[in-house]
């Protein structure tokens, strides 16, 4: 599947100047709107609100991004975290943000980002179908476990007896739902 990210303006908060780089290269092929790249706070600070997307290192010289995640969260600019850290760094009001770890290369930024851009124009439960099978086979390797992990979130969100709140939009709520699963129940998609 070809990214798509046309017109979408995205920030790149990255020190690595040649990883910045690369992933405004690899945007750009996407059709992309590059905001940056920003090796420093500030400089990020200023464009934030002028994004639709971002991505962002954890650590830019010894100080770490987390306010300009909030931010965004804030705007509802979705975001992934691309870093040389585990998760497991991130506080955990970030715990559904997607978080890349380098050494995988700029190509998965940018594919998460499409599936992230995809999340936010859609309001179609049928138009979120392939952002969310593209979603579960980000989580496992296995195309039939990601398909049965599809299929149970969309079970799930049938047989949810706490149904989607009022005026929540329907990708996000899905998301919760399969990221959920994808937690606590793992073990059932595997062959």
Not at 23 to 36: F, H, I, M, R
Not at 102 to 121: A, G, M, Y
Request: aromatic share 6%; hydrophobic share 45%.
């Amino acid at each position: 599947m070809r990214n798509n990210l046309s017109g979408k303006r995205v920030l790149v908060v990255e020190d690595n100047y040649i990883l910045a780089m690369e992933l405004a290269d690899e945007l750009e092929a996407a059709n992309a709107v590059v905001v940056g790249p920003c090796s420093n706070l500030s400089d990020a600070s200023l464009q934030v609100a002028h994004s639709d997307l971002a991505v962002l290192d954890v650590n830019l010289s010894g100080q770490n991004t987390f306010h300009l995640a909030d931010r965004l969260q804030a705007l509802d600019v979705p975001y992934v975290f691309f870093t040389g850290y585990d998760k497991e760094v991130l506080p955990e009001r970030f715990a559904g943000v997607d978080c890349i770890t380098k050494p995988l290369p700029p190509s998965t930024v940018v594919r998460q980002l499409d599936i992230r851009s995809r999340e936010i124009d859609s309001g179609n439960i049928i138009d979120l179908i392939p952002m969310l099978r593209a979603r579960a086979r980000s989580f496992l390797a296995d195309p039939q476990a990601a398909d049965r992990l599809l299929e149970m979130t969309l079970q799930s969100a049938i047989d949810d007896p706490a149904p989607m709140p009022s005026g929540a939009a329907v990708a996000p709520w899905l998301i919760h739902l399969m990221d959920d699963l994808m937690q606590y129940g793992s073990r059932h998609f595997m062959n």
